[in-house]
């Protein structure tokens, strides 16, 4: 080892590289993310996971970046203030990064309501961002409120809500809209996996 | 999608979940953290990627964490004071433990010079990080001085530089000890793919 890394640690470093291309020849898909975005109760998390794991039966690699995994880990120092949503949502885009680079198809969970912020995420990732809007009314994500955060922002015991008390700026150009408020989680599932098809992130 | 979602969130994201034992099966190997630490010059970074390497032929699924793909992104909003290099192992093994989540053998190439920042991620890890300590002599890395950076620390145009004017704190039970300051690179890569076996991590 001293030899080949005293005379060039580059040319040793590039030698081992594993590239991108190699894990995606590997894998037999691109890696690319799905940025899902929508009000809270539009279903984002619910149809990430479907998609995973439909993508995961046709032999995908596949990770879903959410609130779950990063709110209580690599973003636990972080409130929601405006500077630190906006510091969630940039490790988000650039964890997801790292992930495409890995070759796996990665799906992101998040309100994301700030255009600024997903143009951000879109500079890093470039056109290996997809963003998938799930778009459901207010009144839809109000009247299911699984969690009753809606309840809670009527009742002024939660503050800057999207929806309620913060805007929710809705994509102008996704790459995919979804009409999670309407139709059936498994048409919505199809309807994704019709376009990773159709740019050949995946094979038909 | 409306019917499913608003009975019950919880029960169509179980549903719709996939685990990281299916990922193992379908990646036929274990996820786990190689967390490569050692002074510069060590040769954590190339001893990484040619087990990578290595490991991608043998039909793995890799990746590499190390400064070049984390300081212009994660972490390109912190410095080198005593502060953020904290927070920077950290994030990198809060990154490394969703890789794990993945599926993904990771491996990471930090010179981590601190035990506790170490210890720190080995309890965000737990069973899944595996301390390879890349042991070379500090007189060997300065001779190799393959970035040039020994001699500016010596001249004092860098502080606080590992093994110079700050500690290097090595591991006292790492889980394995390579010899990176006299053996061949494919003795090390050989080494490190053993163990990996014989924790049956990956197939022999």
Chains 1, 2 share one sequence.
């Not at 207010?138 to 922002?153: F, I, M, Q």
Request: with cysteine; hydrophobic share 40%; glycine share 8%.
């Amino acid at each position: 080892m001293p030899e080949k890394m005293t005379k060039s640690s580059n040319v040793v470093w590039h030698q081992a590289q594993v590239s991108r291309e190699m894990r995606e020849k590997q894998n037999a898909h691109r890696g690319a993310v799905l940025w899902f975005t929508g009000l809270s109760g539009a279903g984002k998390s619910t149809l990430a996971h479907a998609v995973e794991e439909k993508l995961h039966r046709m032999g995908c690699r596949t990770f879903v970046i959410d609130g779950d995994n990063v709110r209580h880990g690599l973003c636990a120092d972080l409130g929601f203030s405006d500077v630190d949503r906006v510091e969630n949502i940039r490790r988000v885009g650039e964890v997801a990064g790292l992930f495409v680079q890995a070759g796996v198809l990665t799906l992101t969970a998040f309100i994301s309501p700030f255009r600024e912020d997903r143009a951000r995420v879109r500079s890093i990732l470039g056109d290996d961002f997809i963003e998938v809007h799930c778009d459901t009314s207010l009144d839809v994500c109000e009247s299911r409120d699984v969690k009753g955060l809606y309840k809670r922002a009527r009742a002024g015991e939660i503050s800057d809500f999207t929806g309620i008390s913060s805007p929710y700026e809705a994509p102008e150009h996704p790459e995919l809209r979804v009409d999670t408020g309407t139709d059936d989680l498994g048409v919505c599932v199809d309807q994704v996996i019709a376009y990773l098809a159709g740019k050949r992130v995946i094979r038909a």
